[in-house]
């Protein structure tokens, strides 16, 4: 999963598929990802997990990592 | 918040961490805060309406609290007693008229208890009603958040100000010649009218979570955020009442430091550069263009003391009383682009409007039927975004401006960010890295958001105008 979720950053938000990105790595809080591309990271996560985040919760507060991340898909895919 | 206010929360709070359990203590904020309403609202010329608007703050939140509660959950003994306290409070302080003057709590005389009683009727009836008609509480919530930015828009726009104040001046039998915008300061409705939008709008989607009546109330009115924020979430505030345990003395020294710093810069640094920062009368007086410069620079850096003081001074008395407030800001003029810069000032303003409107538009169109290509959608999401948080700073044409001039600096950053990454093999990732180019970035990135600042700080487009084109030594 997290590795799904790393190359569509890289792919399809940076558009650079030679960028590797650690699974700690801060993408929110850093910048890393606008808020823009954190919408069709959203959206992409709904349609691949189907898992809905909803639009208050594209925050560093949330998850602000890719390891983060996955931990919330998990926990709301098990419920 | 005035120096006596903040040194009076402080005493107040720390007093709490000598005697307080876990229980008195949750209670205790809910007490202070709602007394506070009236007791931080500043006197106004509407005849006691220094009571009557901390009463509708209350009210209004009262009235979201009962359309948005969890039903199947019924009133706890807790609900019923803080909604009884709440209700005797305002009689409690019109009986304070009796008082010789200069011991009510409120800036003037409260109003006879006779007139509060029937008020207070009124609008026990009508929360019956609203009771009886619980099926309709969703149509309610959308009802109420009109009123909500209903009576923002009033406030906010000087025409409908005055003509209100003029109609309120017809009732309290005052002369209507006098009307005027400043008579309706109704003390931090900008922030109340977000926290109950919030709440609104989660309750409409279904994701607002059970919150009890005395968590929910310390929520909108707590004491040292209630005036200009921060502006929390509703589920995690509730969850740091139900946990609000007393501060460690390391975590009192590091509160009791916070609101130090914070009056340092709000009282001294602030307020000390407020004579040389960017204002009509100072802009009027001013020929040479570098001086120009200086009054905005000046204007820069007192805004921000006096905010980042602000919220200092609110998150270490949050912190004292062992409630923990967000972040509001984080070195902001330190930042490389404008984007990083809008993810650094007044922060929880910002992740307001990303929630309730960015992210909710940018959705609707990516997913909509209209195929759009990214960069107009990233336009207009910018521009609707920024010009709202522009007009929630008020309604005029400088700050939609300011608001604008902020949404077409995103997208530039957006579109050159865009082209850089797609000429990346050709320019080495050094030269982004360098300190040269940090340091360019940040000079740039710093004087665009001063520049904005001008259309922020005037009172009119024509001279925030004239000011911009003398401060790059065009002739007025």
Do not use: C
Request: charged share 15%; no cysteine; proline share 3%.
């Amino acid at each position: 999963m997290q590795d799904q979720i790393a190359v569509f950053i890289s792919t399809e938000l940076l558009k650079d598929p030679t960028r590797k990105i650690a699974f700690d790595e801060p993408l929110i809080s850093s910048g890393l990802v606008d808020s823009f591309s954190l919408v069709d990271l959203a959206l992409f996560i709904e349609e691949t997990f189907d898992v809905r985040i909803d639009d208050t919760e594209l925050t560093a507060e949330v998850f602000d990592t890719i390891e983060e991340l996955a931990a919330l898909i998990s926990a709301r895919s098990t419920s | 918040m005035t120096l006596i206010h903040i040194l009076i929360f402080t005493l107040l709070v720390s007093a709490l961490v000598l005697t307080a359990s876990q229980r008195w203590r949750r209670w205790s904020l809910f007490i202070i805060s709602l007394v506070s309403v009236y007791w931080l609202q500043p006197a106004v010329s509407l005849r006691q309406f220094s009571f009557w608007f901390p009463t509708a703050s209350i009210g209004l939140t009262v009235i979201a609290w009962l359309v948005t509660r969890h039903r199947e959950r019924g009133l706890s003994r807790e609900d019923l007693t803080a909604l009884l306290f709440t209700a005797l409070l305002p009689l409690l302080l019109s009986l304070s008229r009796f008082l010789p003057e200069g011991w009510q709590l409120t800036a003037s005389r409260p109003p006879s208890i006779y007139l509060v009683v029937i008020v207070g009727s009124i609008l026990v009836i009508l929360g019956f009603v609203g009771e009886w008609l619980a099926k309709w509480s969703r149509l309610m919530s959308v009802l109420l958040g009109v009123v909500v930015i209903g009576v923002f828009i009033v406030l906010k726009i000087e025409t409908l100000s005055v003509w209100t104040s003029s109609l309120l001046r017809g009732v309290t039998g005052q002369s209507r010649n006098l009307a005027a915008s400043t008579d309706l300061y109704w003390l931090g409705f900008s922030y109340i009218a977000l926290r109950l939008l919030h709440v609104l709008r989660d309750y409409q989607s279904g994701r607002l979570p059970a919150v009890s009546f005395l968590d929910f109330l310390t929520f909108v009115l707590f004491f040292p955020a209630i005036t200009a924020g921060p502006i929390d979430r509703v589920e995690k505030f509730s969850s740091k009442m139900q946990n609000a345990v007393a501060p460690t003395a390391s975590e009192y020294l590091t509160g009791a430091r916070r609101i130090v710093l914070g009056v340092f810069q709000k009282f001294v640094l602030a307020d000390g550069l407020a004579i040389i920062a960017l204002n009509s009368t100072n802009v009027a007086m001013t020929r040479s263009v570098p001086w120009l410069w200086v009054l905005v620079f000046a204007f820069s850096l007192r805004l921000y003391f006096d905010f980042s003081g602000y919220t200092d001074v609110a998150v270490g008395i949050g912190q004292i009383s062992g409630i923990q407030l967000p972040e509001n800001f984080d070195r902001p003029y330190f930042k490389t682009n404008i984007g990083t810069f809008w993810n650094s000032w007044h922060m929880t303003l910002a992740n307001w409007f990303r929630a309730y409107v960015f992210n909710p538009l940018t959705r609707a169109l990516r997913k909509g039927r209209l195929k759009m290509n990214s960069a107009l959608i990233i336009l207009i999401g910018q521009l609707v975004t920024m010009t709202l948080i522009g007009l929630w700073h008020g309604v005029t044409w400088n700050f939609v401006l300011w608001g604008l001039w902020h949404a077409v600096g995103l997208f530039i950053h957006n579109r050159w960010a865009v082209f850089l990454n797609a000429r990346r093999d050709r320019i080495p990732s050094a030269f982004y890295t360098s300190k040269a180019m940090r340091a360019v970035s940040l000079v740039l990135t710093f004087n665009f958001v001063a520049l904005g600042w001008v259309w922020f700080a005037l009172p009119s487009v024509q001279m925030s105008w004239e000011t911009l084109i003398r401060m790059f030594g065009g002739i007025r």
